[in-house]
Nanobody, 120 residues
Framework: QVQLVESGGGLVQAGGSLKLSCAAA????????MGWYRQAPGRQRELVAE???????NYADSVKGRFTISRDNDKNAVYLVMDSLSPGDTAVYYC??????????????WGQGIQVTVSS
């Protein structure tokens, strides 16, 4: 069974940093697209950042310049370095892996979610 295993969340003060990690298990091929979504209380789940196996990133406007996404294709892992965190970043963060770049044909795998809480 395919699993996305997340780690690195927690509680941090405003202005601090966290690194999220996610590794895919149970598959033997590279996922063409991996990324991170988040859902805050009372909000819809939203894309934070994503990256292709070729290293092409895409960021939500709200995190541009603060978050950096990267991946290790050999490990089928994706990472998110979050700098200059603010309380508005508080959410449950979900790792995502897709079997195609195009969402119309992709099968998506999801992590269980990891809590990130930023205190003021």
């Amino acid at each position: 069974q395919v699993q996305l295993v997340e780690s690195g969340g927690g509680l941090v003060q405003a202005g601090g940093s966290l690194k999220l990690s996610c590794a895919a298990a149970g598959i033997i091929f590279r996922l063409p697209r991996m990324g991170w979504y988040r859902q805050a209380p009372g909000r819809q789940r939203e894309l934070v950042a994503e990256i292709t196996s070729g290293g092409r990133p895409n960021y939500a406007d709200s995190v541009k310049g603060r978050f950096t996404i990267s991946r290790d294709n050999d490990k089928n892992a994706v990472y998110l370095v979050m700098d200059s965190l603010s309380p508005g970043d508080t959410a449950v963060y979900y790792c995502n892996g897709a079997t195609a770049v195009d969402n119309l044909v992709a099968r998506n795998y999801w992590g269980q979610g990891i809590q990130v809480t930023v205190s003021s």
